[in-house]
């Protein structure tokens, strides 16, 4: 779903853009730590979530620079600073980000 928000648009209650990243940077975080439980922290967790972030950075204004780099992780702590840093340095557009608007 490109837009995760689109339902709560449509019931009109739609949070604010700053609380819509949070959101979704709690939704990464929470994701990846299931994954690596439910791998019993096996590197594979990480690959899991870079196949994630084939498609969510498109959420950013720099989709080639976020995408690049969380898929030079290569441990868990470089996988956690590297997700810090995307949320943290580049700017979060959600749909509203180039690639998703119709020519």
């Given amino acids: ?6 339902p709560g648009d ?3 209650s739609a ?10 940077e ?5 994701l990846y730590l299931a994954y690596r439980k439910r791998m019993n922290d096996r590197l594979q967790a990480i690959n899991v979530m870079k196949e994630l972030w084939g498609f969510q950075c498109y959420s950013f204004s720099e989709p080639d ?13 470089a996988y956690e600073q ?19 608007k119709r020519v």
């Fill in 15 to 24: 949070d604010s853009f700053e609380d819509r990243k949070a959101i979704t």
């Fill in 1 to 6: 779903l490109i837009d995760p928000f689109l």
């Fill in 65 to 77: 620079k976020v995408f690049s780099r969380i898929k030079k992780c290569k441990s868990f702590d």
């Fill in 26 to 30: 709690k939704f990464v975080t929470d």
């Fill in 82 to 100: 590297a997700v810090s840093d995307v949320f943290k340095n580049h700017v979060w557009m959600g749909s509203a980000a180039e690639q998703y």
């Fill in 10 to 12: 449509i019931k009109d």
